[in-house]
């Protein structure tokens, strides 16, 4: 088993769907959680940054953490076509230095 | 703007000819690191820089090795590819150890085993 399971879709929505997107894992040592956005061709971008359970909204997005249940989510309102692309969770220990471990992440596609 | 620059973006070698990726960062982050990504597959952690002191992950083959000759500037070796190592080699920065710091990312270089 993983220790973060994603699932890589591809996921197809509408243009000004909400689109969910979701990870879980096995490790409780994960403290801080993470979403990346990449592009094709491109390297991952910072989306959001979170630590422990909670709610972290930045415009259009919204990450969730669900620690009792291992369980991450980020929410896309009014979702875009610029906003088609790949999507990796990721997350790390506290005290376990900076390494990070990625989910393989969901495809994305908004369309017209 | 650009942060974390990777060079070349694309690159062709022969199988088992040595090659070098290069990294360089304008943020003067302590900590860089080197990952694999193949495709649909969730990026690797290679090894990562912390200063001077290297980092390498256990199941890192010993093919791969990697130079940092100053704070801005990391170089990835791949002494002798083999068709198995082509993929998208992502270089990342973060300002310390610390467990709050977030990765940045470089747009990667993609390498292809002829």
């Known amino acids: 088993q993983k220790e973060v399971e994603q699932d890589p879709g591809p996921l197809s929505v509408p243009e000004g769907a909400i689109v969910s997107l979701n990870c879980t894992y096995s490790n409780s040592a994960f403290q801080y959680f993470m979403w990346y956005r990449q592009y094709s061709r491109k390297g991952p971008e910072l989306l959001m940054y979170t630590y422990s359970s909670g709610n972290k909204e930045d415009g259009r997005f919204t990450a969730q953490v669900d620690k009792s249940s291992k369980y991450i989510s980020l929410f896309i309102r009014d979702s875009q076509p610029s906003d088609s692309a790949t999507y990796l969770c990721?997350?790390?220990?506290?005290?376990?230095?900076?390494?990070?471990?990625f989910g393989t992440g969901t495809q994305l596609k908004v369309e017209l | 703007d650009a942060m974390v620059i990777q060079n070349p973006r694309y690159q062709v070698t022969q199988f088992g000819k040595p090659v070098t990726l290069s990294c360089s960062q304008t943020?003067?982050?302590?900590?860089m690191y080197w990952y694999q990504q193949k495709s649909s597959q969730a990026p690797k952690l290679l090894f990562h820089?912390?200063?001077?002191?290297?980092?390498n992950e256990a199941d890192t083959p010993d093919n791969f090795q990697s130079r940092r000759p100053n704070t801005s500037f990391c170089f990835l070796d791949i002494r002798s590819p083999g068709l198995g190592d082509a993929a998208m080699y992502l270089c990342?920065?973060?300002?310390?150890?610390?467990?709050?710091?977030?990765?940045?990312f470089g747009d990667g270089t993609r390498l292809s085993i002829l």
């Open positions: 990721a997350m790390k220990e506290t005290g376990g230095g900076n390494k990070l471990t």
């Open positions: 943020l003067n982050h302590n900590v």
């Open positions: 820089y912390y200063d001077k002191d290297f980092n």
């Open positions: 990342a920065t973060s300002r310390l150890t610390g467990s709050n710091q977030p990765q940045h």
